[in-house]
């Protein structure tokens, strides 16, 4: 009896937690709650029902998601980032993308800079243009 409680509350949780996020996350957990809330009814075996908790969710995962991830387009924001690819700006600090250094002057605003490429370290006071932003950093090349 107790596991038909706990398998209700971890169904509960998880459905709880798919209808607060943006994104499909637990809803396969939450089928796999479920059957294993279905399954508890009929035995008494735990490591029986984590199984089926584990292969339902895994199996429906797999055979789902790709095909959420296909019809739901998430909509993907533009900030005023954007605006600053093909910007030229002036490096502060030397880029070294294996040292993780590297900072950019641009706009009057100052950024996380890194090269296109690894294998090119960039030296401070050189004029670079903007390739790409992720995040705070922006990926230059020297002109």
Do not use: Y
Not at 61 to 83: A, C, G, M, Y
Not at 89 to 109: A, C, P, Q
Request: aromatic share 10%; with cysteine; charged share 20%.
């Amino acid at each position: 009896m107790t596991e038909i409680i706990v398998w209700a509350i971890l169904f509960i949780i998880f459905v709880i937690v798919e209808t607060v996020t943006a994104q499909i996350v637990s809803i396969w957990f939450a089928l796999g709650a479920l059957v294993s809330l279905i399954v508890s009814c009929f035995t008494d075996s735990i490591l029986i029902q984590i199984i089926v908790f584990l292969a339902v969710s895994i199996i429906s995962l797999l055979l789902t998601r790709p095909v959420f991830k296909k019809f739901i387009k998430f909509k993907h924001e533009k900030t005023n980032t954007d605006s600053f690819v093909g910007k030229e700006g002036i490096l502060t600090e030397e880029v070294d993308n294996i040292k993780g250094t590297g900072r950019l002057s641009v706009s009057g605003l100052t950024w996380n800079a890194r090269s296109i490429d690894d294998k090119v370290i960039i030296p401070a006071n050189s004029v670079v243009v903007i390739r790409e932003i992720k995040g705070v950093t922006a990926f230059v090349e020297k002109i």
